[in-house]
């Protein structure tokens, strides 16, 4: 069965940093699956914040270009989001998605919240 499981987020000021994984198992490879991360805010709909596009080419949206950075580790099987500088605007629950084989999984996320 598989299952990912998000971890890395807290509590951070503004303009902090923090690294967040998603540990994938049961089967499914982050290096040849579709990985992605999304986050849904308070009252607001799930968002795409990055992903791989292809084996090395990523995709972010536009209001984390060049804060934060996606990898993987095939090794460790694991999926990471490196996020600098920090905004309040930042602050969602965190959820890591991974697409094989026609289907799809979702973890549990993990929230960030990011203090002014």
């Known amino acids: 069965q598989v299952q990912l499981v998000e971890s890395g987020g807290g509590l951070v000021q503004a303009g902090g940093s923090l690294n967040l994984t998603c540990a994938a198992s049961g089967g499914i490879s982050t290096l040849t699956a579709t990985m992605g991360w999304f986050r849904q805010a308070p009252g607001k709909q799930r968002e795409f914040v990055a992903g791989?596009?292809?084996?090395?080419?990523?995709q972010y949206v536009e209001s984390v270009k060049g804060r934060f950075s996606i990898s993987r580790d095939g090794a460790r099987n694991t999926l990471s989001l490196q996020m600098n500088t920090l905004k309040p605007e930042d602050t969602a629950v965190y959820y890591c998605?991974?697409?094989?084989?026609?289907?799809?999984?979702w973890g549990q996320g993990t929230q960030v919240t990011v203090s002014s």
């Open positions: 791989f596009t292809s084996s090395i080419s990523t």
């Open positions: 998605r991974a697409i094989s084989v026609g289907r799809q999984w």
